[in-house]
C-alpha cells in the first residue's frame, strides 16, 4: 500500500509535458514578433491596403518561408506542425499577413518542391524560400469555384511544351507575384482526370492581371484576376503528370484545411484576449461587465471553443507529420475553428458595445478579416458534405 502511495505521489510532480521544445520555441519566437513587431502596426497596414513588404521581408529572414521544407531545398527543416504554431500566432497580429504568407509556405511552392527539377528550384524556390520571389496559386475561375471539373483554362500540348490559353481569378498575391502556380485543362473530354499544374513566370508573353480587387477584409493581401494569352511554357514547367492535377492538390489538401484552421484559431485568440481585457475595464451600473453572467457565458463559450480548436489542429497536425491519412479530420477541424471563431468575433464585438463598431477597436476587423476563411480549402457547405458522406460511407 505505501508503495502504491509512494508511486502516485511521484506521479502526481512529474511534469506533464504536452509540446516540444521546438514547439514551444517556434511558438514564442513567433508570439514575440507579432506583440512587438505586428500588432502595434496592424491598424495603419490594414488601413493602407498594401502588401505588406517590410513585415514579409523580416519573416522571410526569420526563415518561416521555408518552415515545413526540408535544409537541402533552402528550407529551414521544420513540419506542418511548427508551420501552424506560426500561422496561430501571425493570424493574431494580423490575418492578412498571415494569409499571405501561408500561400507562400505552401500552396504557391509546394508542386515546385514536389515536382520541380533540380533548375527550377535553383530559379523559383530557393528565392522564394528567402523571400525573393513571391508566389501565387491558381485553381479558381470564374465558372469554376468548388466544381474544378468546370476549369477551362486549356494548356494545349505544342512539340516541346504547352501554350496556355484562360484566367483566373482570386488569386491571393497575383499583382504581386513572380511566379503562377496554375491549374489548367490539358483534356477537357475527362473532366477532374485531365488537369496538369503548371508554373507559369510573370514575364512570360501573353501573361497580364487586373488592378486588385476591392475586399470587405484581409485588406493587405492584394487578389486579382490573372490573364493568359497564347502564354507558351516549355515542358520542364509542368508540375506532375498529364491527368494528375487533382492527385497534385490532394497531396496538400489535408495541409490547407489545416492551415486555414490555424489562421482560425489565431483570429479566435485575438478576438478572446482583447474580449477579457476589454470587460475588466468597461464599467456599467458601477461594475466592470465582467461581472455580468451574460457576458462571462460569451467569454466561457469562446475560451471552450478555442480549447477544442486548438485539440482538434494539434491533432490534425501531428497525424499529417507523421503521414497519417486524415482529409476528413482536417476538414472537421477546418469547419469547426472557422466557424467558432467567426462566433467569437461576433461575440467580441457584442462585448465591445458600441465601440466595436468603431474602426478604433481591432475587434471590427476580426469581424470583416473571418470571412476570408469560409472559402479556400472548401467552403462549409462542401466540408459538411464530405465529411457526412465520409461517415455515412462506412
Ligand atoms: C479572399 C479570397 C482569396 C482567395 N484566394 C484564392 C487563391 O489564391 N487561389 C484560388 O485558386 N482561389 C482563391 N479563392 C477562391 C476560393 O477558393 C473560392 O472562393 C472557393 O473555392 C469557392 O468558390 P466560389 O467562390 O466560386 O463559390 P461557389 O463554388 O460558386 O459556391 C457558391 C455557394 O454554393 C455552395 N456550393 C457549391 N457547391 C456545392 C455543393 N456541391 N453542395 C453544397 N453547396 C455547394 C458553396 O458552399 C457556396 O455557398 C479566394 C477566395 C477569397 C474570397
Known sequence: MEKIKKIKIKKKNKKIKIRSNIENMVRKTMADFVDKEVIPIARDLDDSGKFPDKLFQKLAKMGL????????????????????????????????????????????????????????????????LKGEKIGAFQLTEPDAGSDLSAVKTRAEKTSD?????????????????????VLCQTDSSKGL????????????????????????????????????NNCYIPEEYALGKEGKGLDVLLTILSEIRIMTASLALGLHRAALDDSIKYCKERVQFKKPISKYQLIQAKIANMAVNLEAGQLMVDKVTHMIDKGIPCLNNASMAKYFTVESACEASDYAMRIFGGYGYSMEYSVQRYYRDNRFLLYGGGTHEVLQTTIAREILSK
Not at 512570360?204 to 475586399?215: I, M
Open 193 to 228: 482526370k485531365g488537369l496538369r499544374f503548371f508554373l507559369v513566370p510573370k514575364d512570360t508573353p501573353g501573361f497580364s492581371f487586373s488592378k486588385p480587387f476591392k475586399t470587405l477584409g484581409t485588406k493587405t493581401s492584394v487578389i486579382s484576376e490573372i490573364y493568359f
Open 161 to 181: 511544351g504547352y501554350v496556355i490559353n484562360g484566367m483566373k481569378t482570386w488569386s491571393t498575391s497575383g499583382p504581386k507575384a513572380d511566379f503562377h502556380t
Open 65 to 128: 518561408l521555408g518552415i515545413r521544407y526540408p535544409k537541402e531545398v533552402g528550407g529551414a527543416g521544420g513540419n506542418t506542425t511548427l508551420y501552424c504554431i506560426a500561422m496561430q500566432e501571425l493570424a493574431r497580429g494580423l490575418m492578412s499577413l498571415a494569409a499571405t504568407t501561408a500561400m507562400q509556405c505552401l500552396m504557391s511552392t509546394n508542386g515546385l518542391y514536389l515536382y520541380g527539377s533540380k533548375k527550377l528550384h535553383k530559379e523559383f524556390l530557393y528565392p522564394a
